[in-house]
């Protein structure tokens, strides 16, 4: 059988992988490829391959880098099933349905026809089906797939697929030790594997050192009367932050100020998560069957409306706004941005990855300057980045990860990485545990014997 790389390959984002061979053509997601602006050359580029002949697309997650060109490939003639788990269903909903508003803006700018409507995401879900973990899906009777727990985000799988006695992973996203995702399913017995690396070449912070550090910056930014500007990913970071916060104030570690959730798809996200409690870890069960709202907490404010956003300005410092997006490349959080960005004692935090060309990776690197809406604003607010908020696996985790199936993989293929950290990961993963590594290129077929 063959496997086609045409997503994610050699770069972070942008998912899309397609195994073809013995009748059956599966597609593993379908994700926008992120930088400066949703629909860029490569979103508006023609799928390079029939998609009217692939008779299903799995999905692992619902960030948009997975699941963001979905409506476009229904678009172009794609007729098969749509397979992810009932979470990440949801959650994909509500974020395709949040991008046709991006779309039709860029659109409009630009003057060119949106990428896709609402007609797409529509028929999109139509063909859509929800399917719990370790659950197989079969194909000619012979291969079967199932989803298998990431530990990503909610409802975030790994895709397992068994065939002629062998065995193929695709690992989508794998989760950090989260505080509310359970660990990644162990997997063994496994022949390939297409792999993430984001983290391929670096260490996070843990969770302890990371709530410890971001109780000081709050604290730092009670006492200089600033504003903490969280730029937050709707999914998993807002809710992790949410849960840091709460665990702080009920232990009175930081005092009672207003907190701003200013974002309409990170409070739609948040109901879903308090909806989906099952797929928490063990612990945040057992916390939330005793009675803890883990969402829930004095003066934190969901502002669904514009208005109420435009009021946050109003409201006297010290205060902190969480708004996406989390890339600074739209959304809420340019206008908080614009505000506070000039501010010496206010604080913008970085808390997840920032893609080359957006403005969060400028402001990561040291920016003094930013343009945003026509305007250069000066970048005078400390600008700190907390990387143990990623819901990736570092560069250890990943190597642990592999370590547990180093005996019978026979190719490892890193995939969701920029090109220096995917090269010193499968450096690593060779020298270490002895695993034929390596990265494919965009567009390349490999043969493997599955």
Sequence with gaps: MKLKFYGAAQEVTGSNHILEGDGVTIMVD???????????DKNNDPFPYDVSKVDALFVTHAHLDHVGRI??????????????TPPTREIAKLMLEDTLNVIAREAKADEH?????????????????????DQDVTFKDDLRVRFRDAGHILGSAMIEMVHNGKKLI???????SSVLMPESALLSGVD????????????????????????????DTIKHDGVLVIPAFSIERTQDILFDLNKMVEANEIPEIPVFVDSPLAIKVTKVFSENPSYFN???????????????????????????????????????????SGMSNGGRVMHHERNYLPDPNSTLLLVGYQAVGTMGRALQEGAKSVRIFDEDIPVNAKVVTLQGYSAHKDMNALVEFVSEMQDSIKKLFVVHAELGAGLFFAQRVRDYLGVDARLPKPGEEVEIDF
């Design 113 to 133: 026809e949106p990428l896709y409507g609402e007609d797409a995401v529509k028929k999109a879900f139509e063909h859509w089906e929800a399917v719990p973990y």
């Design 192 to 219: 390939y594997m297409v792999m993430e690396a984001v983290y391929g070449d670096r260490v996070h912070t843990d969770l302890a050192e990371r709530a410890n550090r971001l109780r000081d910056i709050v604290l």
């Design 71 to 84: 409506p476009k490939l229904m678009n172009e003639g794609f007729k098969g099933r749509i397979y992810s």
């Design 282 to 324: 063990a612990n945040i069960q057992n916390a939330i069957k005793g009675g803890d709202d883990i969402f829930k907490f004095p003066k934190l404010r969901f502002t669904e409306r514009s208005q109420e956003s435009i009021a946050i300005k109003d409201v006297p410092s010290p205060k902190i706004i969480i708004a996406g």
């Design 30 to 40: 379908c994700g926008f490829f992120q930088g400066v602006k949703v629909c860029d």
């Design 170 to 176: 695709f690992s989508g996203d794998l989760g950090s």
